[in-house]
């Protein structure tokens, strides 16, 4: 996993924690047991794992989520992590470099790559 710096992951950890509140704010507007309903069910789940594993780096402290999540539940969480990274570089395609929602979807993109790799390095411990 590459290094980032203490400042790095405390802004990638607003990022997921923003993306978890926003998540949060839509679940009233799909009825449950609909497809949307679902998918953003699974991304708040994704995104509370990012979350956990973002401040176990920067806790520096033994990973635990091991005892949290089960590796079917990590796998599962690496789908709509990936689907946000899709869905964002789609998006930016449709915005001038340099703009504001450019730069933002590049930020997202970001984080999500970041939570990514922290997944798949947990799944690697639990082999």
Do not use: W
């Amino acid at each position: 996993m590459e290094n980032y710096t203490n400042e790095e992951l405390t802004a990638v950890l607003r990022e997921v924690a923003s993306t978890i509140s926003k998540c949060e704010k839509m679940q009233g507007e799909f009825a449950e047991g609909t497809a949307q309903c679902s998918l953003l069910i699974n991304r708040i789940k994704a995104m509370v794992i990012s979350k956990l594993l973002i401040e176990s780096e920067l806790s520096q402290k033994e990973q635990r989520i091991m005892e949290q999540y089960t590796k079917e539940e990590l796998i599962e969480a690496l789908r709509p992590v990936a689907s946000v990274i899709s869905k964002c570089e789609k998006a930016q395609g449709k915005f001038a470099e340099g703009t504001a929602h450019h730069k933002h979807l590049e930020n997202l993109i970001k984080v999500m790559n970041l939570s990514k790799g922290l997944i798949e390095e947990q799944l690697t411990l639990m082999e």
